[in-house]
């Protein structure tokens, strides 16, 4: 299967929270990430985890990782419309230093 | 500091021409990835250097590409012959060691 597995799209209303989930298959892993990407637009960076810890909140976002289950989420709480994107799970393994593999990317949309 | 800075943005080319895309990485960064971007295929990794030395290019996917970095400012990523099936939108990215990777807003290549 896939090395990293996201679902394709998620839709949710403005001022909910919105939850991006994400499955990797490498335990090597070392550092995990989430990028939001706009139409027309690179990968932003919008945060990072190390793999031995399992949170990391950063204003209204909030990554949990189950390193058993090797499984990654993202939380954006009260969701805005500005938050509609393209969101990026990725992960660094062990001997490849910088090299990241990619998800395929949650599409999330934001009703108003 | 100015980012990852790639261009042009947009090209447009008919089948079998060259195309050069070039990428100028965030002063410092000792590492420079070439990563394609299609509906299809998501983001995959073409070729990564690090202080200007290629390092992994299995990702390339035929001889008619070619990357070259002949300082720490500078990369090229070359197409020669040009085919439709290599239209995507190519991203440049740049990272100091261990840091997170920082990508430049892509070029869109559309041969036709």
């Known amino acids: 299967g896939e090395d990293v597995e996201q679902s394709l799209f998620l839709s949710v209303r403005e001022g909910d929270s919105s939850v991006i989930n994400c499955t990797y298959t490498?335990?090597?892993?070392?550092?995990l990430y989430w990028y939001k990407q706009e139409p027309g637009a690179g990968l932003q960076l919008l945060t990072y985890i190390f793999s031995n810890m399992d949170m990391k909140q950063d204003q209204r976002l909030t990554v949990l990782l189950n390193k058993k289950d090797k499984h990654l989420s993202l939380r954006i709480a009260d969701t805005q419309t500005g938050d509609s994107a393209i969101y990026f799970c990725?992960?660094?393994?062990?001997?490849?230093?910088?090299?990241?593999?990619f998800g395929k990317g949650t599409k999330l949309s934001v009703k108003p | 500091d100015a980012g990852v800075i790639q261009s042009p943005r947009h090209e447009v080319t008919e089948m079998g021409q060259e195309v050069t895309l070039r990428c100028k990485p965030i002063?410092?960064?000792?590492?420079l990835f070439w990563y394609r971007q299609t509906m299809m295929r998501g983001l995959e990794l073409l070729i990564y250097f690090n202080n200007n030395v290629p390092i992994d290019d299995s990702g390339m996917p035929e001889d008619r590409f070619s990357a070259k970095m002949p300082n720490a400012s500078f990369s090229t990523l070359k197409i020669q012959p040009s085919e439709p099936r290599d239209s995507a939108v190519y991203f440049c990215?740049?990272?100091?060691?261990?840091?997170?990777?920082?990508f430049g807003n892509g070029t869109r290549l559309t041969v036709t």
């Open positions: 490498d335990s090597s892993s070392t550092y």
């Open positions: 990725a992960e660094s393994r062990r001997g490849s230093q910088g090299n990241l593999i």
């Open positions: 002063s410092g960064h000792d590492y």
């Open positions: 990215a740049s990272s100091f060691n261990l840091s997170p990777l920082h």
